[in-house]
């Protein structure tokens, strides 16, 4: 039980989305920084979207229910770095007060998650015992990861995926490879090649397995349409797509899905299955939101023309100014028809921190205005800039609202975004040059 906890808290400590994620990856290693931070960011259970703050815990303490009461069984210690990011958290016996484990998180080139090593305690002395390895190519897509465990005074490498690309001219990704390491060697196990718009977006997927020294059409999507998408971060929400089935000598429709937003981010998913010639309700999903924090998470089935909840998480949430302090869990019974207790988790000892801030050492001389903005958004350039510039308007969620790539700007010169059909709420705008980066924080009310 208590490793199940731990893997819960380090999920939610790395990444806390239900966001459906696109393959295409980031191709652009200074725009992966940010988008990366912005990532976390948005992936923490603790951001506060209307402040641009991250309340960070430094404590928490996890309970479960146990015959109509709160047992605690964890008590966690997690320190960050400035930005945020988390650098080692350490796990103890709420009874004992005894250190028991200890996460360690290290960072690479453009602050990349390069290293997670899980250490125990033992006979007075840290010892290793599991460790991930993260590598990265030159364009920020990630290329290894492998997991290893420490036997007989060596890390030992258990699993593994490699991935590899292949890019069209304007450096987005169309092609991946992926392989697997089992036992002692790597293996072909998947390839997807994507179809692109002009502006990276793709609008459709093909899956193939590997089979017999060679690649054999598996699956594939079609029809996709975009609520929201980032060719540089290869995320974004669905509005619309077809996944049909390789039989051999033809391509089978399988499933479809037709998703709505909220203004809060939530949504709802339908999910359709094709039978015996006509679509069929299969699968609804919806999702409700309280700024960036899960409340309610409700999965039903398609019976006797109604849709039956067979699933259901509920986070049940108390506040103090903009920090979390409690989360109950809480899952849907099938017997009762209800939600029943499951985990809690209370927080303090905040930490207050954004870890996008502005470079106050740049040597572009840029003038930002009005911020917040509501109609227009406006950058003035107070010196002649002498090589091509790129301008990035980025949500906190990693995805781009507006892009310019490599346009000349005169002497002086001045860009207008109009911003009023734009969600509300907070922005990252970053303009990189051949010779500098310049990142500011932007609020459109």
Known sequence: ????????????????????????????????????????????????????????PQKTNTFQWVEN????????????LEDGRVTESINFDPATGDSSEKITYLYGDYDRLAEVTTLRYNSGIWQNTFKLLYAY??????????????????????????????????????EKTIENYFGSTWEYNRKEIYTLDVNGFPTST????????????????????????????GSG????????????????????????YDETGGYTRIQETYYIGAWQNYKRISLSMYSYYPVEEIIELWEDELWKQVEGTKNLL?????????????????????YINASKRTFSDFLHVFSLGENPSTNILITVAPNPASKF?????????????????????????????????????????????????????????????????????
């Open 377 to 445: 958004l406006n950058i003035e350039f107070n010196e002649m800039i002498d090589t091509p510039v790129s301008i990035c308007l980025m949500s906190i969620s990693g995805l781009d609202v507006f892009f310019i790539k490599n346009i000349n700007i005169e002497n002086p010169g001045k860009i207008s975004i109009n911003v009023n059909h734009y969600q509300k709420g907070l922005y990252i705008l970053h303009i990189k040059t051949g010779k500098d980066s310049f990142s500011r924080k932007v609020i459109l009310q």
């Open 137 to 174: 190519d030159d364009n920020g897509n990630p290329t290894e990861t492998t997991s290893s465990l420490w036997l007989g005074g060596e890390w030992t490498q258990m699993s593994g995926s490699r991935n590899t690309y292949s890019y069209n001219q304007d450096n987005w990704v169309i």
């Open 318 to 338: 108390t506040f103090e100014g903009i920090d979390l302090t409690e989360m109950i869990s809480q899952n849907w019974s099938l017997e009762t028809n209800e």
């Open 206 to 233: 093909l899956s193939q397995k590997w089979e017999e020294e060679g690649w054999v059409d598996d699956f594939r999507y079609t029809y996709i349409e975009w609520h929201d998408y980032s060719p540089y971060s």
């Open 69 to 80: 009461e709160w047992v605690e069984e964890l008590y966690t210690e997690t320190a960050y």
């Open 1 to 56: 039980m208590k490793k199940l906890i731990l893997l819960i808290t380090l999920a939610l400590t790395l990444c806390f989305c239900y966001t459906m994620q696109a393959h295409v990856e980031n191709n652009n290693p200074d725009r992966k920084k940010f988008y990366d931070l912005a990532k976390q960011i948005k992936g923490s259970l603790f951001y506060n979207d209307h402040r641009g703050e991250i309340s960070l």
């Open 237 to 260: 929400d669905y509005l619309y797509f077809l996944r049909e089935r390789w039989t051999g000598t033809l391509w089978v429709p399988e499933l479809k899905e037709t998703s709505s």
